[in-house]
């Protein structure tokens, strides 16, 4: 089975993105080996991407940017279809609140934004579960997505 992991700083603590990550998590597995790696904040960004690229090292990752290229649903779908002919295991990577260094956009094989408004990132991974669960429906011909 093709894997999935999420990397991000922090802990989804808030309630409603906890839970909703848990669903969406649920859903993906009918399609994906789903894994999530919860880095601790870190005094220094720099630190926290030590700990990013420790997490993707030898895989294939997408960051999570606002400065990334538009990423549609479909386009989703199409990227991680593609990932996974090149891969058995593709990462998606949040950064903390001060964001990532130059080293992790430069590893990133792609930089991808979900639009250009900041959102915290507890509401960007409940975010990026629905929008893989989508993009999995989408691989799949199921209509979830509209």
């Known amino acids: 089975m093709k894997r999935i992991k999420i990397v991000c700083v922090g802990k ?7 839970d909703g990550c848990a669903e969406y ?16 904040e870190q005094p220094t960004v720099k630190k926290e991407c030590d700990e ?5 090292t030898g895989g294939e990752f997408c960051l999570l940017d606002i400065n990334g290229d538009d990423m549609p649903s479909e386009e989703l ?18 950064g903390g609140a001060a964001g990532v260094d130059d080293r992790v956009r430069q ?23 629905e929008q893989l669960y989508r993009a999995a429906t989408i691989i799949k011909g199921i209509p979830y997505h509209k």
């Not at 989804?12 to 906890?18: I, L, V």
């Not at 779908?77 to 949040?94: G, M, N, W």
């Open 25 to 40: 998590i649920k859903r993906l597995k009918g399609f994906y080996d789903v894994t999530v790696a919860e880095i601790p």
């Open 77 to 94: 779908a199409r990227t991680l279809s593609k990932a996974h002919e090149r891969a058995d295991e593709i990462a998606f990577v949040i």
């Open 107 to 129: 590893a990133a094989k792609r930089r991808i934004s979900f639009g250009r408004a900041t959102y915290p990132h507890q509401i960007a991974r409940l975010l990026l579960c």
């Open 52 to 56: 990013i690229l420790k997490r993707v």
């Open 12 to 18: 989804a603590s808030k309630p409603f993105c906890r």
